[in-house]
T-cell receptor
Framework: GQNIDQPTEMTATEGAIVQINCTYQ??????LFWYQQHAGEAPTFLSY????GLEEKGRFSSFLSRSKGYSYLLLKELQMKDSASYLC??????????FGAGTTVTVRA | IAGITQAPTSQILAAGRRMTLRCTQD?????MYWYRQDLGLGLRLIHY???????GKGEVPDGYSVSRANTDDFPLTLASAVPSQTSVYFC??????????????FGEGSRLTVL
């Protein structure tokens, strides 16, 4: 099974940078995902890491260290529309995804 | 528009009643999943299916059943609903072959209230 931990809440100012950490313990690692979920909506895919290192996609970057069971999602140049919940998820070898409880990010003007 | 369709969008149900949440995808994804989302607990896997004709139990399967008669449909049934099954239910799918990352594609969710 998976044990996935991420902070409950974070607050940042528009234009700033926020880093959301995620630690996990898994019985069979097969990839780590980050999803964004706005209130009342379905989660949408942000990023995927299966090898160690940094993956960059525009204002969003995600990092993975498999040996440490650690990932982070970096959000740069924060915009008001980035206020949402960010979900860390780990996939196992059976293609099942387990999710953390999510981090609610509030962007203030 | 290709994607995943869930129905109903919202439902209020009396305890003890039987309820089926429908999920259909037209992306020919072989794997499908049902999650429930509760405040503070995140998304928890109920049941999954890696291919038509097979199903498996997730983290919280009790009180729920699924079937996968074909690739496109993956209904979730609550045989006798209880108030603790009040939740938002998300159906998702993914291709487990090919060159993509295999991210999950989610339906819009079904909000179920059991009284």
């Amino acid at each position: 099974g998976q044990n996935i931990d991420q902070p409950t809440e974070m607050t940042a100012t528009e234009g700033a940078i926020v880093q959301i950490n995620c630690t996990y313990q898994t019985s069979g690692f097969n990839g780590l995902f980050w999803y964004q979920q706005h209130a009342g909506e379905a989660p949408t895919f942000l990023s995927y890491n299966v090898l160690d290192g940094l993956e960059e996609k525009g204002r969003f970057s995600s990092f993975l260290s498999r040996s440490k069971g650690y990932s982070y999602l970096l959000l740069k140049e924060l915009q008001m529309k980035d206020s949402a919940s960010y979900l860390c998820a780990v996939r196992d070898r059976d293609y099942k995804l387990s999710f953390g409880a999510g981090t609610t990010v509030t962007v203030r003007a | 528009i290709a994607g995943i369709t869930q129905a109903p969008t919202s439902q209020i149900l009396a305890a003890g009643r039987r309820m089926t949440l429908r999920c259909t995808q037209d992306m020919r994804h072989n794997a499908m999943y049902w999650y429930r989302q509760d405040l503070g607990l995140g998304l928890r896997l109920i049941h999954y299916s890696n291919t038509a004709g097979t199903t498996g139990k997730g983290e919280v399967p009790d009180g729920y059943s699924v079937s996968r008669a074909n690739t496109d449909d993956f209904p979730l049934t609550l045989a006798s609903a209880v108030p603790s099954q009040t939740s938002v239910y998300f159906c998702a799918s993914t291709p487990t072959s090919g060159s993509g990352s295999g991210e999950l594609f989610f339906g819009e969710g079904s909000r179920l209230t059991v009284l």
